[in-house]
């Protein structure tokens, strides 16, 4: 009796993956990581649809104390146990901060899809030679509460404006003292 699997290849799976590199990698680096991610994809039998570079970004939460990584889209369709192979090989590399893999849809004819080779084209990433402004601001200055953004309180106000503050200031004593005096105290 056999344990082997059989695959029907009338019937594949549409899925895409998104993975973030490292953001201080060079361009020898990128290359190597989707290369293995390509060949992950096509050694099992699947079928690389698209796949895109969508460049530095800033995550929205650090990871591996890295605050950018560089994004790649790929979209593929595949079989069973694919997803796992290619996991497995984003896994074991340095340069791979996260992964995402989603399912599409299934079901899908392999010989009814045609690939755009212009969608599949990127194979580095292409990293800037110019330093890039990685300055990163403060808390307080996304808040809006660092200094140089923060307004001055030493300004005087002209004077009608210092004229309509004691009058507000003076409405607002009148209240308070009002509802003091209705409520009574209980000693």
């Known amino acids: 009796m056999s344990t082997e699997l059989r695959i029907d290849k009338t019937k594949a799976i549409d899925y895409e993956t998104i993975f973030i590199l490292r953001a201080d990698i060079d361009s020898d680096a990128s290359e190597r990581a989707i290369s293995r991610a390509v060949a992950a994809i096509e050694q099992n039998g699947g079928k690389l649809l698209k796949l895109e570079s969508w460049g530095k970004r800033r995550l929205a939460f650090p990871i591996k104390k890295q605050r950018k990584g560089f994004y790649v889209y790929t979209r593929y369709l595949g079989y069973r146990g694919l997803v796992t192979e290619l996991e497995r090989n984003l896994r074991m590399l340095d340069t791979v901060l996260r ?82 005096q209705k409520t009574p105290q209980s000693n």
């Open 99 to 180: 992964y995402l893999t989603i399912q599409i849809r299934i079901d899908v004819d392999p010989a009814s899809i045609s690939v755009d080779p212009e969608e599949i084209k990127v194979r580095r990433i292409e990293i800037a030679d110019a330093p890039e402004e990685d300055r990163e601001d403060s808390v307080e200055a996304s808040l809006g509460l660092a200094d140089e953004q923060r307004p001055e309180r030493n300004r005087r106000p002209d004077d009608g404006e210092e004229k309509e503050d004691d009058e507000e200031e003076m409405d607002m004593k009148e209240e308070v003292e009002a509802d003091s």
